[in-house]
C-alpha cells in the first residue's frame, strides 16, 4: 500500500479486524437493545409498534418502523443501512486515517459483508434468546415474589438487563 501523508498505510490485516470488531459490537448491541427494548414485557413478543405496526405512547418505532434498527427477526431499512454504513466509512477513514483508494475499497468491502452479518444474527438470536430466558427463569425461583416483580421491571426499563 502506498504510505498516507500522516504515515504509513494501516495494514489490511488491521483494517479487516476493525470492521470484524465493529460488526461484532454492533451484532451484540443490537441484541442488548432487543432485550432491553423489545423483549419481556409479559409475552415474550415485542410490544406493539417495535416491528413497524401501529405504535403505543412513547414509542420511538422499531424494527421496520421509522427511525428504528433492524429487530433479529427483521433486517434493517435499506436506507438506515445505507446512512449506517457511511456513517462507518466516514469513521473508519477517520480513525485509520484512510487514502482516497482505501476509503473506496472499504465503501465496498461493507455492503457485500452485510448480508452475512445479518443471516448470522438472525440464526443466533433464539439461541441467545433460549439463554437468557433460561437465566430469567432461574433468578424467578431464587427470588421472591416482591424481587420477581423488581427484577422484572428492571428488566423493561434497565439498560443491560438480561
Given at each position: 500500500m502506498e504510505p498516507t501523508s500522516t504515515g504509513a498505510a494501516p495494514s489490511r490485516g488491521l483494517v479487516i479486524a476493525v470492521l470484524a470488531a465493529i460488526f461484532l459490537g454492533g451484532i451484540l448491541g443490537g441484541i442488548a437493545v432487543d432485550r432491553t427494548l423489545l423483549r419481556d414485557r409479559g409475552d415474550h413478543r415485542p410490544?406493539?409498534?417495535?416491528?413497524?405496526?401501529?405504535?403505543?405512547?412513547?414509542?420511538?418505532?422499531?424494527?421496520?418502523?421509522?427511525?428504528?434498527?433492524?429487530?433479529?427477526?427483521?433486517?434493517?431499512?435499506?436506507?438506515?443501512?445505507?446512512?449506517?454504513?457511511?456513517?462507518?466509512?466516514e469513521r473508519l477513514a477517520r480513525e485509520l486515517h484512510l487514502s482516497d483508494d482505501q476509503k473506496a475499497k472499504v465503501a465496498e468491502m461493507i455492503p457485500r459483508h452485510m448480508a452475512a452479518f445479518d443471516s448470522l444474527r438472525q440464526s443466533m438470536a433464539p439461541q441467545l434468546r433460549g439463554l437468557l430466558d433460561t437465566l430469567n427463569a432461574d433468578m424467578e425461583r431464587v427470588l421472591t415474589p416482591e424481587q420477581v416483580d423488581q427484577w422484572r421491571k428492571m428488566r423493561r426499563h434497565g439498560p443491560g438487563m438480561p
Open positions: 410490544p406493539r409498534g417495535m416491528m413497524g405496526g401501529p405504535g403505543v405512547p412513547g414509542d420511538l418505532g422499531g424494527p421496520g418502523g421509522p427511525g428504528g434498527p433492524g429487530g433479529p427477526d427483521r433486517p434493517m431499512d435499506p436506507e438506515r443501512r445505507a446512512e449506517m454504513q457511511k456513517h462507518m466509512v
